[in-house]
């Protein structure tokens, strides 16, 4: 006798508003980070409703961790894509991000307009801590998938560290870091194959399953076989959807203007996200901080904090960024300092997310004719393995701006926050050792912050 949920039949047919209300479902429990929303999508559409089988939702998954993006994003458009045609990718894609848009901006808006009373100060002082050990957690955990035994391949972890050289001490502009990191797997790959082994995918344990609606066997459907005609209609169309908003930015505020700016800047980091979001906040920090001061650096880490308790992609931290911004630089006035603030936020999206909804749309049929022929994988691990560098300086980062009390010298016993240092130290023991989820993290830490801050203990 059988009853496992393994055993669950395929449907014959999943219409589009059956998958119209899973993708919003999803928009909306999508917390835990890329793993988290990869492992919620794997056991809701191959494990409980058959959508798609294993192999096939690796196989998507595979490309989607070789392109800059969210890759969990952008598996989620695949899959719309796949069963629904383009339309079903792009309610697939915008539907995951969509929700975490609207709860950020009303966050923003709270934290800007509420961040001095002493509830919202108190509870981001036990947050703060709290996000510089989430980003240390992920130092160790995409460490220990990318940087194998240093003795037999020494390679990765002198790319790692460089990476962390490079960003934390000599400022090296992240897209180099990048490059040079690609460039060296390129390298291996002809020279020295073994230090740069193919990676495993997101896996689970394989258990038997019944046929998929879209199984291992099952025919790329019409709509994914790839046409040049298709992929040039795909890419026309999305250069207007960059262009046209750009030019009325142009039109309206000129080069020079915030949101032409934040619009340029974030197209720009969208195709620079290999890694995933940690990877790319110390690009978005040089920039946003530092070049164009839309925000200060303990905004930045407050925007990370909100984005770690919201659901859908980390990266979408960007639209705090746009909203903190906007309301800064006074984008529409200073008469209408929410909308202005909520206009940078939804254009900083938008710039961000674009491309992601191309690569798939114009590279998704590509792949449908090439399972497991992908040629990319020395590159990429390379670029995997500075990663780990980028987010250690980040977590650097981080720790610098909780060890010490706001506005004092750094070097000094009586400085130091002694209390935020041992709630991080908390947090990373709860993460590491205990596997306590994100979120449970976040909120006890933030209810310790807020006791110390009310009892004057910190």
């Known amino acids: 006798m059988s009853d496992s949920p393994q055993t669950v039949l395929a449907p014959s047919v999943v219409s ?31 494990e409980q409703k058959r959508w798609i089988s294993e192999k096939r939702f690796l196989h998507a998954l595979n490309y989607c961790m070789l392109l800059p993006g969210p890759e969990a994003q952008q598996l989620a458009t695949y899959i719309g894509w796949l069963m629904h045609r383009t339309w079903g990718g792009v309610v697939a894609g915008a539907l995951f991000v969509l929700p975490s848009l609207f709860i950020l901006i009303a966050l923003s808006w709270i934290y800007v307009a509420f961040g001095d009373v002493a509830l919202v100060a108190g509870l981001f002082y036990g947050i703060k801590p709290a996000v510089a050990a989430i980003v240390l957690q992920a130092v160790h955990r995409i460490g220990g998938k990318s940087l194998k035994n240093p003795a037999k391949a020494p390679i990765p972890w002198a790319v790692a560290a460089i990476s962390f050289i490079a960003i934390a001490a000599l400022h090296v502009p992240f897209p180099w870091v990048v490059l040079g990191a690609a460039l060296t797997g390129w390298l291996c790959a002809k020279f020295a194959p073994g230090q740069f082994a193919a990676g495993g995918a997101h896996g689970t344990a394989q258990a038997a399953h019944s046929p998929a609606l879209i199984d291992d066997h099952t ?12 992929l040039a209609t795909v890419l026309a169309i ?12 142009l039109a309206a505020q000129g080069w020079n203007g915030t949101l032409t700016q934040m619009g340029w800047f974030f197209t720009k980091a969208a195709l620079l996200t290999f890694g995933g979001a940690y990877a790319v906040l110390p690009y978005v920090y040089q920039g946003a901080v530092e070049q164009f001061q839309w925000l200060t650096g303990p905004q930045m880490i407050d925007g990370l904090a909100l984005g770690e308790t919201t659901p859908g992609p980390l990266i979408m931290v960007v639209a705090f960024v746009g909203f903190v911004g906007g309301w800064a630089k006074q984008v529409l006035g ?22 992601s909804f191309l690569f798939i749309l114009a590279g998704g049929p590509l792949v449908e004719s090439t399972h497991g022929k992908l040629h990319f994988t020395a590159p990429l691990a390379a670029i995997t393995a500075a990663v780990v560098g980028v987010i250690a300086s980040l977590a650097l980062f981080f720790i610098a701006h909780i060890a010490f009390k706001t506005g004092a010298a750094a070097g000094f016993l009586s400085n130091v926050e002694w209390p935020a240092l041992a709630i991080m130290v908390a947090a990373g023991v709860a993460l ?19 006791a110390l801050r009310l009892s004057a203990w910190a």
């Open 16 to 46: 589009f508003a059956q998958a119209f209300r899973f993708w919003l479902k999803l928009g909306f429990i999508s917390f835990g980070g890329p793993a988290g929303q990869i492992a919620i999508m794997h056991r809701e559409l191959v």
């Open 219 to 230: 025919p790329t459907p019409e709509h994914a076989r790839f046409k040049k005609s298709r």
């Open 238 to 249: 999305g250069a207007v959807l960059w262009l046209a908003p750009m030019g009325v930015l």
């Open 334 to 355: 200073p008469e209408a300092l929410f909308l202005g603030a909520a206009l940078a936020a939804t254009v900083v999206t938008w710039f961000t997310f674009l491309p």
């Open 432 to 450: 590491l050792r205990y596997k306590v989820g994100v979120i449970p993290v976040i909120a006890g830490c933030a209810l310790v912050g807020l």
